[in-house]
Nanobody
Framework: QVQLVESGGGLVQPGGSLRLSCTAS????????IGWFRQAPGKEREGVSC????????NYVESEKGRFTISRDIAKNTVYLEMNNLKSEDTANYYC???????????????????WGQGAQVTVSS
């Protein structure tokens, strides 16, 4: 059974850090492009970051550049999203998604992905 499970969300103060994990079962993450998306209440889901099969990473939100880093651990079949200097506008439900594609493929468009996790809530508040 193909499954993605996010973890690591929670409540953090502005300026704090969190690391989200996306662990796959039923398939190998290193043969898939993995994207992180987020959706805040009343807003559309937006692409945050992506890592390709070749481990090339792409960030899609200008405000996150330099603050968010995507990485993966093939042995653990897990992709991470390290988030630093968090701001209130980062508050959202964060999802990871997977698509089996070529070496350098990445996308920040949610409809391009086949498999989705259930989401992890991130709340940035003092």
């Amino acid at each position: 059974q193909v499954q993605l499970v996010e973890s690591g969300g929670g409540l953090v103060q502005p300026g704090g850090s969190l690391r989200l994990s996306c662990t796959a079962s039923g398939f190998a993450l290193d043969y898939h492009a993995i994207g992180w998306f987020r959706q805040a209440p009343g807003k559309e889901r937006e692409g945050v970051s992506c890592i390709s099969v070749s481990a090339t990473s792409t960030n899609y939100v200008e405000s996150e550049k330099g603050r968010f880093t995507i990485s993966r651990d093939i042995a653990k079949n897990t992709v991470y999203l390290e988030m630093n200097n968090l701001k209130s506008e980062d508050t959202a439900n964060y999802y990871c998604a997977a698509r089996q594609q070529g070496l350098y493929y990445c996308s920040g468009i949610s409809s391009d992905y086949n498999y989705w996790g259930q989401g992890a809530q991130v709340t940035v508040s003092s």
